[in-house]
């Protein structure tokens, strides 16, 4: 136990929840718009640095190093050009994206295929992002059990709390200046890290090069296995309700230009040390935890104890927020989506509060259950970008840009890449094979197929 790691750590951690009660109070978050859109008022840097630290959360940092971890330089690179390639398109179809997006993206659905088709998407969004949300929380609790002398569930169990807590709060109000002050934070960390762990540790970039070589180019992958890797992220970032309603908060169409491009920018400043550290982890300490690669080296005498504890702070930040960010989005789908829909009497704005401040909880509890049913953060990583990307994805692109495409295709697609994803994780053939690379093509299949053989809807969705 590391006394400087838990005053670094406890230090951040007090100045995240008086930022979450600081938005917390009556007059900073005094109804639904102010708890999911933070009442459209998000600068540039502070949108760019919700959206980065939302995006780049324990599965980058565990998720992702493991992969590095495993496969070598190359396959950690390209395992987030996923990431990169998304984060382009998202820059150029910035402020068309804030025109379309309002509470939730199966708002968009509605209008677009009608509301049979918003509340099927619905429940699609709540299965992905209840994963997503639940392995923040197991990697909340590997870095308290590098820590302190707590076990990885207990720690877990306090992560869930304050994950809990800061999106019961503020709602996007405190998670985005939250995100913000962790976004600048990891980056110094993780920079500082690199340098001192690469430079001084291993001694250059050049053992790098060699790990997982013999295995080959891919590390031991297929081409075909690799892109089960790559697609899972890029078919989330671009549906990420997340993403869209991120942008939709922002106060201006310039913000949201300018959001999109720190968000660009800041992803390849923040994948580049995060790839580099975990190989630099295969070179240190060959056969840990591969969940554990950058965490291990960051509670290790590998790097100075102030550094060490700045990298396990700027890490538990970007899960903690990330935690949080997908726990407000599920609950504003339940909002919207669920009781919204099924009320006759519109809730007001004061009901919606509550409601969400409600839903939050019972995502929560869902996730803490989910958890225990994958054997690491990157398989549960993959899932749920994988449950969001074939059901959710394919449906959003095709309604903005395909006017041929109705509600009956898009309920098709969702059932198609749901099912298919559900049955290749459960017969354990996810090991072998990602389920995108089979889900996805026949989602898309589907939706074409079902739009031109059944009636078109007129209704587009334009910005």
């Known amino acids: 136990m590391n006394v400087t790691h838990i005053a670094v750590l406890v230090g951040?951690?007090?100045l995240m929840l008086a930022v979450g009660a600081w938005f917390g109070r009556a007059k900073a978050t005094s109804s639904g718009e102010d708890f999911v859109l933070a009442g459209r008022s998000l600068p540039a840097p502070v949108l760019g640095g919700t959206m980065l630290a939302t995006f780049v959360g324990s599965g980058s940092i565990i998720g992702a190093a493991n992969f590095a971890y495993t496969y070598g330089l190359l396959p950690g690179f390209l395992f987030f050009s996923g990431t990169i390639t998304g984060t382009i398109l998202l820059v150029v179809f910035a402020r068309r994206v804030r025109g379309l997006a309002g509470h939730?993206?199966?708002?968009?659905?509605?209008?677009r295929y009608g509301k049979a088709v918003r509340v099927v998407a619905t429940v699609m969004i709540l299965f992905a992002f209840i994963g997503i949300a639940a392995y923040q929380f197991t990697g909340a609790g590997y870095i308290l059990s590098l820590i302190t002398p707590l076990e990885e569930r207990t720690g877990s169990i306090?992560?869930?709390?304050?994950?809990?807590?800061?999106?019961?709060?503020?709602?996007?109000?405190?998670?985005?200046?939250t995100d913000f002050i962790s976004a600048l934070g990891i980056v110094l960390a993780l920079w500082v890290s690199l340098f001192i762990v690469v430079g001084t540790d291993v001694g250059g970039l050049a053992p790098l090069t060699g790990v997982n070589a013999e295995a080959g180019t891919l590390g031991g992958l297929t081409a075909l296995q690799m892109i089960g890797f790559i697609l899972p992220v890029l078919v989330l970032l671009l549906g990420d309700q997340n993403m869209y309603q991120r942008l939709a908060a922002a106060r201006s169409d310039r913000a949201a230009l300018g959001g999109a491009m720190i968000f660009c920018l800041g992803s390849i400043i923040m994948i580049i040390?995060?790839?580099l550290l975990a190989v630099a982890s295969a070179v240190l300490q060959p056969g840990i935890e591969a969940d554990m690669a950058i965490l291990s080296l960051a509670g290790s005498s590998f790097t100075p104890a102030v550094i060490g504890g700045a990298l396990l702070a700027g890490a538990f930040a970007l899960i903690i927020t990330t935690g949080s960010s997908?726990?407000?989005?599920?609950?504003?789908?339940?909002?919207?989506?669920l009781v919204g829909q099924l009320r006759r009497e519109k809730p007001s704005d004061r009901q919606n509060l509550w409601i969400g401040r409600v839903a939050v909880l019972g995502v929560a509890i869902l996730g803490f259950v989910m958890v225990s049913f994958f054997p690491s953060v990157l398989a549960l990583q993959m899932y749920a970008y994988t449950m969001y990307g074939v059901t959710i994805t394919p449906v959003l692109i095709a309604g903005i840009f395909w006017k041929r495409a109705n509600g009956a295709g898009a309920l098709a697609a969702m059932v198609v890449g749901a099912v298919l994803t559900l049955f290749w994780e459960v017969t354990g053939r996810a090991e072998a094979l990602n389920s995108v690379v089979i889900a996805l093509p026949a989602s898309v299949l589907a939706l074409v197929l079902v739009s031109l053989l059944t009636p078109s809807r007129t209704t587009s969705v334009t910005a």
């Open 12 to 14: 951040y951690i007090v």
């Open 104 to 111: 939730t993206v199966p708002e968009i659905f509605d209008a």
């Open 158 to 177: 306090i992560a869930a709390v304050l994950i809990t807590f800061l999106a019961l709060s503020g709602g996007l109000k405190s998670v985005a200046w």
């Open 273 to 275: 040390p995060i790839v």
């Open 326 to 337: 997908y726990l407000l989005t599920s609950s504003s789908n339940v909002v919207h989506d």
